[in-house]
C-alpha cells in the first residue's frame, strides 16, 4: 500500500462548480504540501501546511493530523485550473518529500 | 528573484551513456533536491543537498550520483543509461529545512 493515497484519480467538472481532492498519508509527517502540474510539468507549490487550514485565492487546503488526511478545495472552478494535483508529504523521518499519485482535474467550460 | 532553472530542458541518450543535468536554485536557496517523474511510478525523491552536503537519498541504484557546489548550484548524474532511465528530471530548492519548495521546469530525458 502507498504511504500517500490521493482520490480521485480524475475528476472532470463544469466551471463554477466546486472541486474536492483528497490526500491520505499513513507514516509520520512534519508537513503535507500541495503542488500542481500542468501539460509540459512545470510543478508550482501551491501549499505547505502541518495544521489547520490555508487559503489563497480559490484554493483552500486543510489538514487534520490526527486522522493523516488533508483536502485541497478548489472554489468556483475555472478551466485555467485543469492541471493534475499532487498531495506531497515531508516525513518527520528522513525528511523526505514522498508523493501520491496526483489527481487529473479537468474543468469544462 | 530569478526562479529554479534546470539545463538543458530536453535531451535525448543512447543507452549506456551517461548525463549531466544542472540546477541553479533560487538565490539564497542553499538546497537543493532531485526528484525523478515517470508515467509508471510517478514521483519519487532521489537525493537532496545542503550547503554541499548530502543529506537524503532515495532508493536509486548507485548509477544516480549528485553533487552541489558552493555557490548551491547542483547536478546529478546518471552514467551506463537504460531505457528506463527516461523521465522527467525535477529539480527544486528551498532557503532551509522548514521552508516551502520551489521547482525547476525540470529536464525530459529521452533514452533510445
Known amino acids: 500500500k502507498n504511504e500517500v493515497e490521493q482520490s480521485p484519480q480524475n475528476l472532470t467538472a463544469q466551471e463554477g462548480e466546486f472541486i474536492t481532492i483528497n490526500c491520505s498519508y499513513s507514516v509520520g509527517i512534519s508537513a503535507l504540501h500541495w503542488l500542481q502540474q500542468h501539460p509540459g510539468g512545470g510543478i508550482v507549490s501551491l501549499f505547505m501546511l502541518s495544521s489547520g487550514k490555508k487559503k489563497h485565492g480559490r484554493l483552500i487546503a486543510t489538514i487534520n493530523i490526527q486522522e493523516k488526511h488533508s483536502s485541497l478545495h478548489i472554489t468556483a472552478s475555472h478551466p485555467r485550473d485543469s492541471a493534475v494535483y499532487i498531495c506531497?508529504?515531508?516525513?518527520?523521518?528522513?525528511?523526505?518529500?514522498?508523493f501520491g499519485g496526483g489527481t487529473r482535474v479537468l474543468v469544462k467550460p | 528573484k530569478a526562479g529554479v532553472t534546470q539545463t538543458p530542458r530536453y535531451l535525448i541518450k543512447t543507452r549506456g551513456q551517461q548525463v549531466t543535468l544542472s540546477c541553479s536554485p533560487i538565490s539564497g536557496h542553499r538546497s537543493v533536491s532531485w526528484y525523478q517523474q515517470t508515467p509508471g511510478q510517478g514521483l519519487q525523491f532521489l537525493f537532496e543537498?545542503?550547503?554541499?552536503?548530502?543529506?537524503n537519498k532515495g532508493n536509486f541504484p548507485g548509477r544516480f550520483s549528485g553533487r552541489q557546489f558552493s555557490n548551491s548550484r547542483s547536478e546529478m548524474n546518471v552514467s551506463t543509461l537504460e531505457l528506463g532511465d527516461s523521465a522527467l528530471y525535477l529539480c527544486?530548492?528551498?532557503?532551509?529545512?522548514?521552508?516551502?519548495?520551489?521547482f525547476g521546469p525540470g529536464t525530459r530525458l529521452t533514452v533510445t
Open positions: 527544486a530548492s528551498r532557503f532551509g529545512p522548514d521552508y516551502e519548495q520551489y
Open positions: 506531497a508529504v515531508l516525513k518527520a523521518a528522513g525528511n523526505k518529500l514522498t
Open positions: 543537498y545542503f550547503s554541499e552536503t548530502q543529506r
